[in-house]
Structure formats: structure tokens, C-alpha cells
């Protein structure tokens, strides 16, 4: 922990940073009969993920194993919880209030201004059984490109409600600043707004879901790519690759050319 953040003194500030951004999750709890105080609980996980484990199990043995290390940070006067206990208790926290505590830390911690984050929404594979006896669980991310950091995940009945599920995301999110990326899912003119609203800017996919838009800038860019661009301004960006035996050469063509489409879409 020290040689991570430098001296024990700036360790212990980190500590205290993650629990200030903690204190405003509530713990339902009977507080008479807590044995084990919340942010212990927190800290314990907190040190446990970032040495590796990936269970209950695992984070409780690291408690029993590491309980002397704790104490420098909290009293941990109970020791620490049993695996049955730490689920049993994260169990009843506010899992969207928890989210929303642990993206103010991240952000805080990482800084995520002038990033690229990629809301992208997906199936996860073996989530469902054959015959309808479990629905397949469709998750909503939002990963920053920068930080390799997972900012945050949403959970959605199915694919058809990312449209619900990516503003309340956003709500969560840190984003001034940033360049957000969202597949033609997410073409939508309240989730461009929200973006825009939140001081960061969109990179929007545009598919068949919006037909004569999609149609309209398909046949402004074929008419002015066949006039050499000679009617607007556009930058241009080529990559040359070798994948698969085969040279790849990609041109990629962007305009901010839009008056005629607000023209005509108005």
C-alpha cells in the first residue's frame, strides 16, 4: 500500500479520501446489532480487490490474513466478516447509491476530462437458459478508454431498453469534457441533449433506426465524395494495416458540414 502510494501518511489520506466519498451510503442495518462498521466493510473490499480477489470467499480469507495490516487504517475491533456475512451485507446496500459513490471516487481519482467513454450495451453470454427458464441478462457499460476503467454498468430486461437505460447512466456520470461514443442504439435526440447538457461531446452511430436521416447524410457525402468535396470542407484520417496476410487500407472522411441538414430536418 505504501510503495503504491508513496509514504504510510499518504496512504492513509487515500483511505480517508475512498470513505469521505462512501459516507453518503446509507446502511440499513440495525445499528445496535452491527458488529462489523461500514466502512471497514468497505476498506476491506476496497484492499482486497486491488490484491487480487474475486470472491467472498477470497476477500474474507484476506481479511483473516491480513487483519494486522487493517488495523493501521481502522480499528477492526470484531476482526473481520465471514464470506456468508459480507454478502449478506452487501446485499441490502443500495446498489445504485453505491454506483453513484463509487463514480464520484473513480472520477475523482483517475480524472476523466478530455477522455473517450464508450457506452456500449451487451449480452452476457451463458446469462440465460434454453426454453425461457432464465432470461439472458443485457448489461449497459460505460468504459473509460483512457483509464482502461470500467465507469459504470446498468442492468436492462433486454436490448430494446438501452434507450431507458443510457440517460439514467449518464446521470451517473462524470462526463464534462469528454468525448462519449454510442452505438446507432443510442441515436436519439434526449441522449445527445443529456450529453451536450453534461459540457461533453457525442459520437453518435447512425443506422437504419433513423431512416431518412441516415438516407440524407448517406447521399450528401456519396454526391460531394463524387464532386471531390468540392462543395464543403472535410478532414480526412487514413490508416494502413497488415491483418490476415492482406495490406488494409482505411480512409475515414468527417465533416461539421450541417446547415443543410438542420435545414431540412427542421
Request: charged letters at 25%; proline letters at 2%.
Amino acid at each position: 500500500m505504501a510503495d503504491r502510494f508513496g509514504t504510510a501518511d499518504e496512504a492513509f489520506d487515500q483511505v480517508v479520501d475512498f470513505l469521505e466519498h462512501f459516507s453518503e451510503l446509507d446502511d440499513p442495518r440495525q445499528h445496535a446489532k452491527v458488529l462489523y462498521p461500514l466502512d471497514e466493510i468497505l476498506l476491506l473490499c476496497l484492499l482486497g480487490v486491488l490484491a487480487g480477489c474475486e470472491s467472498w470467499v477470497e476477500l474474507a480469507k484476506y481479511g483473516e490474513k491480513k487483519l494486522g495490516f487493517l488495523r493501521r487504517f481502522r480499528r477492526f475491533t470484531e476482526g473481520t466478516p465471514s464470506h456468508d456475512q459480507l454478502g449478506d451485507i452487501f446485499a441490502v446496500l443500495d446498489a445504485e447509491q453505491f454506483l453513484r459513490c463509487f463514480i464520484t471516487w473513480a472520477a475523482e481519482l483517475t480524472g476523466l476530462d478530455a477522455d473517450i467513454i464508450a457506452i456500449d450495451g451487451k449480452t452476457l453470454r451463458r446469462s440465460y437458459q434454453e426454453g425461457g427458464a432464465k432470461v439472458p441478462i443485457h448489461m449497459i457499460s460505460a468504459w473509460s478508454t483512457r483509464q482502461n476503467l470500467m465507469l459504470g454498468q446498468a442492468k436492462v430486461a433486454d436490448k430494446s431498453n438501452e434507450i431507458v437505460a443510457i440517460p439514467k447512466l449518464l446521470d451517473l456520470l462524470t462526463i464534462k469534457g469528454a468525448t462519449v461514443t454510442i452505438d446507432a442504439m443510442g441515436c436519439q435526440r434526449k441522449i445527445a441533449g443529456k450529453i451536450i447538457d453534461k459540457g461533453a461531446d457525442y459520437i453518435l452511430a447512425l443506422k437504419g433506426n433513423q431512416g431518412s436521416l441516415r438516407d440524407d447524410v448517406e447521399l450528401f457525402l456519396t454526391e460531394q465524395a463524387v464532386r471531390g468535396f468540392a462543395d464543403t470542407v472535410v478532414s480526412r484520417h487514413q490508416t494502413v494495416e497488415k491483418n490476415h496476410g492482406r495490406i488494409e487500407t482505411r480512409i475515414t472522411t468527417a465533416t461539421d458540414d450541417i446547415a443543410w441538414l438542420k435545414a431540412r430536418h427542421h
